[in-house]
């Protein structure tokens, strides 16, 4: 089975600072990662998604990403953070099967990103 | 990207009363779509997936019959909360996945907070 671990549950960071935001994955086949924000009663946006290729992934609002399959890893990371950034973020995985289709998307608990003036 | 529009984005009812959230994909359809619940500060936890003319796929201890699920159409699904009480309040979340793309990426609503007076 599938899992995504999220060990912080808050992050608090002054506003300019950089951020990094764990996540690690749990898997026995290939998968693809994502990263999603929710923004305080909202829905949840996709940041980025890792597919294949190059394992440093750019995203919307100068997030970025970096898999790492040793150590099953896809940490999120800005290098200066706004007050606007303050959301709950998601690291997320979907397994690829049988002819590249991919079954339901699995969430870790999630991450807040408190940016603090 | 792909659109998915969730309505009503807030509604409140009485004890007992009937509520139903719809979803619907805006510019793509959606073969299968994804009911999710979000408690406060927690992770999104998948109810059912929605199968257009099929009968929904529920998760473990989801009832079937306190949440009823129809995907009549390509492009909507609804969330019926029957008979609702309290601890029905949450804040319900549909998505939808675009059968053009086999990463699984999810297009998400822009969730429903539902409270139960």
């Known amino acids: 089975a599938q899992s995504v671990t999220q060990l912080d549950s808050q992050v608090p960071v002054f506003e300019e600072a950089p951020v990094e935001l764990r996540c690690n994955y749990s898997?026995?086949?290939?998968?693809?990662l994502f990263w999603y924000v929710q923004y305080p009663n909202q829905g949840l946006q996709l940041l980025l998604k890792?597919?294949?290729?190059?394992?440093l992934v750019k995203g919307i609002n100068g997030f970025e990403a970096e898999f790492n399959k040793s150590q099953t890893s896809f940490h999120l990371r800005k290098p200066s953070v706004h007050i606007s950034d303050t959301a709950e973020y998601f690291c997320?995985?979907?397994?690829?099967?049988?002819?590249?289709?991919?079954?339901?998307?699995?969430f870790g608990t999630g991450t807040l990103l408190a940016v603090q003036p | 990207g792909a659109v998915v529009s969730q309505h009503p984005s807030r509604v409140i009812c009485k004890s007992g009363t009937s509520v139903k959230i719809e979803c619907r994909s805006l510019?793509?359809?959606?073969?299968?779509m994804f009911w999710y619940r979000q408690f406060p500060k927690q992770s999104l936890m998948l109810m059912a997936t929605?199968?257009?003319?099929?009968?929904?796929?529920?998760e473990q201890g989801v009832e079937k019959d306190k949440f009823l699920i129809n995907h009549a159409s390509l492009t909507l699904s609804t969330l019926t909360v029957t008979s609702a009480h309290p601890e029905d309040s949450s804040f319900y979340i549909c998505?939808?996945?675009?059968?053009?793309?086999?990463?699984?990426?999810?297009?998400f609503g822009e969730g429903s907070r539902l409270t139960v007076l």
């Open positions: 998505s939808a996945r675009d059968p053009r793309d086999h990463t699984g990426e999810l297009f």
């Open positions: 898997s026995s086949v290939s998968v693809y």
């Open positions: 890792y597919l294949s290729g190059s394992t």
């Open positions: 997320a995985v979907s397994v690829i099967v049988y002819g590249g289709a991919t079954n339901k998307l699995i």
């Open positions: 510019d793509f359809q959606a073969t299968t």
């Open positions: 929605s199968n257009e003319g099929s009968k929904a796929t529920y």
